[in-house]
């Protein structure tokens, strides 16, 4: 990049530098050249900078090395401390960069502009070390850091700060522990103190070395061996898969260093004997430290005990009111004993405590060790009070009532014992009660926590232990308020609703339960007081939707206040083009407020007054008061500005192809030309202006001229476009006729007149109106003339002579005789001159190479002709969704924007690992079984951008479209890619950020003048810019331009490369790149392209180099295109301790490009996302954001919203995108304010990259524990005292997943990332130091999210139990007799309905669309998700969320599954859906279905089909839609071919008897054995657990066996134990067949037939014997059934528990055969409705047009798609 294009003689050497530096590679700026040719050169702060580095003046040189004179202090400390040579060129240049970006956005600028100031200096170091004067005085250390605040000495400043950058540049996987870093900086800073004063070494008399020096000492000594400590714990875990307590993770090992021992046993140098260094599981060795991750659901009660205690409590409360059944509960709160009742929650209270206490010691009891004997202490204590709390409270309460019971009545004596225990009540809350001042006034809460005290810590001692992080996270008065109030209001919300609606009703149908005498029981009953148990089924969903319909009413709540907020923040103003067009006029000044910098005075900002100032101008321009935009005029500056802008976004649009040319014209603003007196707005605004102001002069025929101009220009845009016409046709006739002929001074005559009549304003008395639409007319034909390829010089003519005609003899109100024309001058002299026709020779019409003219005699015809009201403008629905929403961000707050000089610098990271980086011709042109490429998939869906792309192509010189696949075929490539989800589009949305950066700069310092001369210029090179239209003879040098040549790039000077490189760099953490080169592998090819095309863009990756025969070294390697050498030139190489991947991927990768990033900020973008040009220009703007303060604090994260940009592929797709928009929107907007609570949820964000860089960088990568490592940053940022906020005047491209798997793929990938959450230290610790209020918006929008989607499927669970319980014990029967006990019923079925009507998913994003799009819009699309099955779909996807999140704690097991980024339209076939879903939905469906059906045949109430249907339509629902939804949703899932070809193809899967090497794709048995993993993971508590949920499947067969009629009406325990003769028996037959088969089925193959004969002879003997002698049916045998298959199925699943006995065991291998029919028989159940479906005629198509509905709306011919009949003239 040292010689950009336009700099002329960038590569001569200057003869006085050394020749081998000229070839060094640098990054950004050539650091160590400073007078090399480069632009950024030119700013005197980077000079100011290099050079404070250089003043290495009278320090003591290092010994043993020849200091060479152009050596800097960073050279220094590389020669004593020993870092590599690389590192320290990295550090060299961020450092320069840092330092000359922070003094350039100094205001005012410093007096002396060539040395580096102070203060920045200063500032810079306090931001870098304040994580490290933190750690010091929490553990009471004194810092280092020798300054004194007086005096600055800014050498010794500058060496601490390259001190800690170079040990972060070079820390590698250490970075991941910040106060690891901090203590390596401790002591090496200490050594650079002694050398810095001189010490004298005591052993040796020389002045001191540091303990570590020579070549790569640090690395050696200092970072490999706790790499290599990180390392053996990651081994020892098994790949994650070891139980979190058994290994120290990333966590652990940097909370070592939040204690002193720290010091006292890792001494420095490091001492490798230390006992931290000693293996888990090894005597001796350091254990967990800080925390215990142990897998269990009561994770969720330790973490948020405050909440759980609340839920409790109420309830309990509530129901000791409301069984005095009164009307309200005050009125049976007037009672003594029910208060003293109500007084027992005090009780659970402290038994809810000790409960705590006994958790904590099960869970963290690891942590106790010799070196931790207090933390042992204080949890054997709090258990030891907790209860003595418990008995006091117990005998205290138990005399109460001994007094009052025998008194009789509430006497003094009972009331004095009443006190006694109120008062021990009053000390046992004393903590409560100052926890509760403390949250009123927040600050003292903070000041507490940050202090470092020895008193405070006594303290709080016994409350929490003492964390370096967590402390101090109070926010101010008014936030607490604000969040306060919203919690207050949902709380109480749902304390009524559940008291009145949910606890009251069930009280007396409980009472009637308990009266319930003799009920006649239907089998053995096992319990006494059966009816006690039916009670508690009765209560069991009711308190399960209790505990979790705060979710529900959070979710309405935040709905609505989501709304507000986005009303006041103005979203949603401009929805579409009418909105436009009624804003556009002030839209320049708009844009020159938001995104232009002021001329800054020097204390205009930040005041007050400037402040109040801005408010009201932003009034004027939002609601356009006081007509801001002044007339815009075409003279004025700030016109021209914005038509740079404006014509830039709409030349971007062109270049993406979601307009075309005819678009571009009547979107854009042209330049001025040809004299027009007004601004010359864009088209597609003056459309049916002309139209409208002619019949209005035609209607007020006889008004004067002052009445007829005030009506037109009541209209702005019809005031433009009268003037703008008349100008242009008075500059096009004066222009093709020639000069000085006779005709050309008639027309000048003529146009005088005109221009004199408006100038007294007699125009309407000298004309006549009505002759207008005829000269209208006229002027129209004339105008088609010049448009045509083939220009009739004779129609010119022609034409011409009919406008002269009409103008002169019926235009003038007075006629005038031919004298009196000739006198005036307005008809030839000569009438000779006559005969020869006028005009015919003074006709010449422009070359028509002449672009510019034509162009503008095209604008001239389109507001002369247009009729309509061009409102689907542009016609693509993506670019008008940008424009409204580009528009309507124009008019938020958003703050001003700086120069691009003094903006803050930021950088873009992407991870990236092997996904698609530019489809390759093979991939777009193959076809899958329907015939169907992507290609074609992409023409289909996007017909009008391929329509488009082939405009653009053939403007640049493509003649026939099979060109396309030879001469263009990379722009075809790039065409697919940048519609798919691949690396291209990523790239090439984040480079707009350069693009806008370098237009920005050149606006910034461009003059008024270079303003207008550009915008003349761009004008009038369009003619061989990129923007022509294909006129007939094409100029050839329409080619010649590159693709970015079209633009404002043309008017630049050469600075703004310099200023854009500084500001802005992307680099993208290719993690295997180097591996691709060497493989030759396609994507690395591509990514060159791209380096090649994009000069900001950088690419990171690890590289592997073989040192001896099993050893590799590893390096960081940074490498970037050089346009000089053209070639790729490697720029740093940072050697690593070792490899990579030590946890999750990711992260991993994120962290070792992150030191290559530069900037004050850095935005973290994922693979699959994507930019917008128009969004780009305010980036300056967001990055402002870090200097405001939200709250009590600035910003650390900046929270950027997201459009999802796949939600046209499918509709569901559709529900994917719609669901993740109401979150990314919506939901975070509330989650930033008013709750305060946002976390960092992926990508868009940007990040304080200074604040991150210490804390431990931008995602967290322990194994497993970290899965979904992105929010982890949230925590981590939240819990060190940052602030996110969410901003929604700018915003990301995303991508998701559009098919069904990928999409449950990407749910289970989620939902066990939040079960591996609930373990984990940071939500444990935010559940604990937030406040209550906070706590319980952090529980609702993380882990309390999946915990409740669980509830809600075990409340279907409990309520069909409860009722399979009611009905086979004839309970039911009992109460049915007596009639009111239905109102119960009513109550459970309520709440069975509010679940499920989904409705807390559907609100938000009904909210959030009529927010953005309109209420009816809203309503309409809601309508048709509905209609589209959106609600099966969430159904579903509870059904994922569900499953994964609990079997991910109860087991672990969770894996990082990569979503697919690609494109949807192949049917998957059943085998596969079976594989994905049989676990999770099909066998649940069944067990449920089975219920159902078992309930509807024994239950008394089910009698009447009315209560049944009404009982149970909603669960029913809940088993078709787990049963159907990987069907309906699959393309082709009801296509009767298909059908019979996945039945074929599902059996041979089953009976597949593979090799070992099969995988679980072609083997049934590979996949059994997969789907039993988590088992092997498991602790002994998880396989308990599991045993105990199996034990459910023998229920079946205890209830129905006591239905058969064999049973004859006995109740005895006797029938249930005969009946597993029935099992036995089954399993014997199957045993001697299989032994049979084995035996003889090859060889002798007649003994075989036998057995069997010999079989089916038994069991038709054993039927008719009891038929016979018994009261057996043959009823009965479909009935068993439905008892013994459960059984069998449970046997199963307890054998999988016992696996690791059983395997070696003869019981195995039919175990596994009988399992394979159990899978065949649950294939044939769920397959069965899908075929019935698929035979039925019609039903195919209606599934295709649900599943591409948004297609079908657009005219597509997807059923060309699905069923591959394609168009002939198809490609």
Not at 939 to 960: C, P, S
Not at 1484 to 1491: H, M, P, T
Request: net charge positive.
């Amino acid at each position: 990049m040292s010689n950009l294009r336009h700099r002329a003689g960038a590569g001569q050497s200057r003869p006085d530098r050394l020749p081998e530096e000229e070839e060094e590679p640098y990054n950004i700026i050539p650091v160590h050249n400073l007078l090399a040719d480069h632009p950024s050169l030119r700013y005197p702060e980077v000079r100011a900078a290099a050079a404070a580095l250089r003043t290495v003046g009278n320090l003591r040189k290092p010994p043993y090395v020849q200091w060479l004179p152009h050596m800097d202090l960073l050279d220094w400390l590389q020669l004593f401390f020993g870092f590599q040579l690389d590192n320290v060129r990295n550090q060299r240049e961020h450092l320069v960069l840092h330092l000359a970006n922070a003094q350039m956005r100094l205001t005012p600028p410093p007096d002396n502009i060539d040395t580096l100031d102070a203060g920045v200096l200063r500032r810079f170091r306090r931001k870098l070390l304040k994580n490290y004067t933190l750690w010091c005085s929490y553990l009471g250390k004194k810092s280092i850091i020798w300054l004194s605040d007086r005096s600055s000495d800014q050498r010794r400043e500058l060496l601490y700060v390259s001190l800690y950058l170079l040990i972060w540049g070079e820390a590698a996987n250490l970075r991941f522990m910040p106060e690891c870093l901090c203590y390596i900086f401790h002591n090496m800073a200490m050594e650079l103190n002694k050398i810095l004063e001189d010490y004298i070494d005591e052993n040796t008399g020389q002045p001191v070395m540091p303990s570590i020096s020579g070549e790569n000492a640090f690395l050696n000594c200092v970072v490999k061996p706790i790499y290599e400590t990180v390392k053996a714990e990651v081994e020892s875990s098994k790949n994650g898969s070891a139980p979190h307590y058994a290994w120290r993770n990333y966590d652990d090992i940097n909370e070592y260093f939040w204690s002193k021992r720290c010091f006292q046993k890792l001494k420095w140098p490091i001492d490798v004997g230390s006992n931290f260094f000693v293996l888990s599981g090894k005597t001796k060795h350091v254990g967990k430290t800080g925390f215990v991750e142990q897998r269990s659901f009561w994770n969720l009660f330790r973490s948020f005990d405050r909440l759980w205690v609340m839920l409790i409590l109420f309830i309990q409360a509530a129901v000791i009111v409301a069984w005095e059944e009164r009307e309200y509960p005050w009125q049976a709160l007037e009672e003594r004993d029910v208060q003293v009742r109500a007084l027992t929650v005090v009780l659970t209270w402290s038994v809810l405590r000790f409960l705590q206490a006994l958790l904590d010691f099960a869970m963290q009891r690891r942590l106790v060790s010799r070196e931790t004997k207090l933390l042992g202490m204080r949890m054997v204590l709090k258990g030891v009070v907790s209860a003595i709390w418990i008995t006091v409270f117990g005998v205290l309460y138990a005399r109460i009532w001994m007094q009052r019971n025998s008194d009789r009545r509430w006497s003094n004596e009972a009331n004095n014992h009443l006190v006694v225990f109120l008062r021990a009540v009053f000390v046992f809350v004393l903590p409560e009660l100052l926890a509760i001042a403390l949250f009123i006034i927040p600050w003292i809460r903070n000041f507490l926590e940050n202090t470092n005290w020895k008193i405070f810590y006594a303290l709080t001692w016994w409350f929490q232990s003492r964390s370096f992080v967590g402390r101090g996270l109070r926010e101010g008065l008014v936030d607490n308020l604000k969040y306060s109030l919203f919690w207050v209001l949902v709380l109480a919300t749902k304390f009524v609703f559940s008291y009145f609606l949910q606890i009251k009703p069930m009280i007396a149908p409980t009472k009637q339960l308990l009266k319930l005498k003799n009920v006649e029981y239907e089998w053995y009953q096992v319990f006494g007081h059966g009816n006690r148990l039916a009670v508690g089924l009765l209560w069991v969903p009711v308190v399960l939707i209790y505990l979790m319909d705060l979710q529900l009413f959070y979710s309405i709540y935040s709905s609505l206040v989501g709304a507000a907020v986005g009303l006041f923040q103005h979203l949603g103003e401009i929805r579409n083009m009418q909105q436009l067009r009624l804003r556009f006029q002030f839209f320049a000044s708009a844009m020159q407020f938001n995104l232009m910098p002021e001329e800054q005075l020097l204390d205009a900002r930040g005041t007050l007054k400037s402040k109040f100032r801005d408010a009201i101008h932003r009034l004027k321009l939002r609601y356009g008061l006081g007509r801001p935009y002044k007339k815009l005029e075409s003279n004025q500056v700030e016109a021209n500005r914005f038509a740079l802008i404006w014509n830039e976004i709409i030349a971007t649009f062109r270049e993406e192809d979601i307009i075309s040319d005819k678009e571009v014209e009547l979107l854009e603003l042209p330049q001025n030309t040809w004299n027009v007196r007004v601004i010359r707005w864009p088209c597609f605004l003056l459309c049916n202006e002309l139209l409208l102001a002619l019949s209005q002069a035609k209607e007020l025929v006889d008004a004067p001229d002052k009445w007829l101009w005030y009506k037109i220009c009541k209209n702005e845009y019809r005031r433009c476009a009268v003037i703008e016409a008349y100008d242009s046709i008075k500059h096009l006739i004066l222009h093709i006729i020639k000069v000085n002929t006779e005709e050309h001074s008639i027309i000048t005559v003529l146009f005088q007149e005109i221009d004199h009549s408006l100038q007294i304003e007699k125009f309407t008395r000298t004309f006549k109106m009505t002759v207008l639409p005829r000269i209208h007319t006229q002027l129209i034909k004339l105008v088609d003339l010049l448009n045509k390829p083939k220009k009739d010089l004779n129609k010119v003519v022609n034409t011409l002579q009919a406008l002269y005609e009409t103008a002169i003899r019926d235009f003038f109100s007075e006629k005038r005789s031919s004298e009196q024309l000739v006198e005036d001058g307005l008809a030839p002299r000569n009438p000779a001159a006559m005969a020869g026709l006028l005009f015919e020779t003074a006709v010449e019409l422009p070359d028509p190479s002449n672009e510019n003219f034509y162009r503008q005699v095209r604008r001239l015809n389109t507001i002369l002709t247009s009729r309509d009201s061009m409102n689907n403008i542009p016609v693509n629905l993506e670019a008008r969704r940008r424009i409204a929403f580009f528009s309507n961000s124009l008019f938020m707050n958003m703050p001003h924007a700086p120069q691009v000089e003094k903006m803050m610098s930021f950088s873009v990271l992407t991870p990236y690992y092997n996904e698609e980086v530019v489809y390759s011709k093979e991939q777009l042109r193959t076809e899958n079984e329907d015939g169907v490429s992507i290609l074609y998939y992409l023409q289909t869906i996007y017909a009008d951008e391929w329509k488009n792309f082939l405009e653009r192509m053939h403007r640049e010189g493509m003649v026939n479209d099979k060109e396309i696949w030879t001469e263009k075929l990379k722009d075809l490539r790039l065409w697919a890619s940048y519609r798919g989800q691949t690396l291209s589009r990523t790239v090439r949305g984040m480079m707009y950020y350069y693009r806008a950066l370098k237009m920005l700069a050149f606006l910034d310092s461009a003059s008024e003048m270079d303003i207008r001369e550009g915008a003349r210029e761009l004008g009038s090179m369009r003619q061989d810019g990129s923007l022509d239209r294909i006129t007939s003879e094409r100029s050839p040098s329409s080619m010649s331009l590159s693709r970015n040549g079209s633009s404002v790039s043309m008017l630049f000077k050469g600075h703004e490369y310099g200023t854009a490189l500084m500001k802005f760099t992307y680099v993208v953490a290719c993690q295997i790149y180097g591996q691709q080169k060497e493989k030759k592998d396609p994507h690395a090819e591509e990514i060159l392209y791209l380096m090649k095309n994009n000069e900001a863009l950088r690419v990171a990756y690890v590289d592997e180099v073989s040192t001896g025969r099993d050893e590799k070294d590893y390096f960081s390697v940074l490498v970037k295109y050089d346009k000089q050498l053209e070639k790729e030139v490697e720029i740093y190489r940072v050697k690593l301790p070792g490899p990579l991947k030590l946890g999750e991927g990711k992260p991993e990768n994120q962290n070792h490009a992150f030191i290559f990033t530069r900037g004050d900020a850095v935005q973290t973008i994922d693979m699959n996302q994507d930019n917008y040009f128009e969004e780009a220009l305010k980036m300056r703007n967001l990055l402002e954001e870090y200097r405001h303060y939200y709250g009590i604090r600035k910003p650390t994260i900046l929270g950027v919203r997201e459009h999802i940009f796949t939600g046209s592929v499918s509709s569901l797709a559709g529900f994917m995108s719609a669901q993740e928009t109401s979150f990314v929107t919506l939901g975070q907007r509330v989650l930033a304010n008013p709750l305060k609570i946002r976390m960092h949820y992926g990508h868009p964000d940007v990040f304080d990259r200074f604040w991150f860089l210490t804390r431990g960088g931008l995602s967290k990568a322990s194994r497993v524990i970290n899965i979904s490592e992105d929010i982890f940053a949230g925590f981590n940022c939240t819990l060190r005292g940052g602030n996110v906020t969410h901003h929604e005047y700018i915003q990301v491209g995303k991508g998701r997943d559009v098919g069904l798997n990928q999409i449950s793929m990407f749910e289970a990938k989620v939902a066990s990332g939040n079960g591996e959450q609930v373990l984990s230290r940071d939500v444990y610790r935010l559940g604990h130091r937030l406040d209550f209020f906070r706590m319980l918006s952090f529980f609702y929008t993380t882990v309390g999210f999946f915990f409740n989607t669980m509830v809600i499927i075990l409340t279907v669970y409990a309520f069909l139990w409860g009722r399979f319980y009611l009905a086979l014990s004839g309970i039911e029967d009992a109460v049915a007799s007596n009639s009111n006990n239905n109102k119960a019923l009513g109550t459970i079925l309520n709440q069975q309905f509010i679940i499920q009507l989904g409705l807390f998913t559907a609100l938000p994003m009904i909210v959030e669309n009529s927010l953005e799009h309109g209420f009816l819009q809203a309503i309409w699309d809601f309508l048709t998700m509905l209609l589209q099955l959106s609600s099966v779909f969430y159904t579903f996807s509870m059904g994922t969320r569900s499953h994964y999140f609990g079997r991910t704690i109860l087991h672990g097991g969770a894996k990082y599954r990569a979503t697919g980024r690609g494109f949807v339209v192949q049917h998957k076939n059943f085998a596969e859906n079976y594989r994905l879903y049989a676990r999770s939905h099909f066998i649940k469906a069944i067990e449920l279905g089975l219920i159902l059906t078992i309930y509807a045949s024994h239950s008394a109430i089910t009698k009447g089909t009315f209560v049944y249907i009404a009982m149970t339509i909603s669960s029913w629902f809940l088993v078709m839609s787990w049963i159907m939804a990987p069907f309906a949703f699959n393309p082709s899932g009801f296509d009767w071919l298909k059908t019979v070809y996945d039945f074929e193809d599902f059996m041979n899967w089953i009976w597949f008897r593979g090799s070992v090497f099969a995988k679980a794709e072609q083997s049934w048995e590979k996949w059994w054995y997969e789907e039993q993993d988590h088992l092997k993971t498991t602790g002994i508590l998880g396989k308990i657990m599991e045993i105990i949920l199996d034990l459910r499947f023998f229920i079946f067969q205890y209830g129905i066996v006591y239905q058969l009629g064999i049973s004859a009406g006995s109740t005895s325990i006797v029938v249930y134990l005969l009946s597993w003769i029935y099992v036995v028996m089954a399993f014997g037959i199957y045993a001697i067949v299989s032994y049979a088969r084995d035996k003889y089925a090859a060889t002798e193959h007649i003994y075989y037939r036998l057995v069997q004969f010999l079989i089916v002879i038994f069991m038709i003997l054993v039927i008719v014997a009891l038929l016979e002698f018994t009261k057996f049916r043959l009823m009965d045998l479909l009935t068993s059934l439905m008892a013994f298959i459960p059984t069998g199925w449970g046997l199963i699943l307890i054998a999988q528990v016992f696996r690791p006995f059983l395997q070696s065991t003869r019981l195995w291998q039919p175990m596994v055969s009988v399992a394979r029919l159990y899978d065949i028989m649950f294939g044939v159940i769920v397959l069965t409705p899908v075929a019935f479906l698929s035979w039925m005629p019609g039903f195919q198509s209606m599934q295709t047009r649900i599943l591409f509905n948004e297609a079908f709306s657009r005219g597509l011919r997807i059923f060309q798609i699905v069923t591959g009949k394609k168009a002939k003239g198809d490609m």
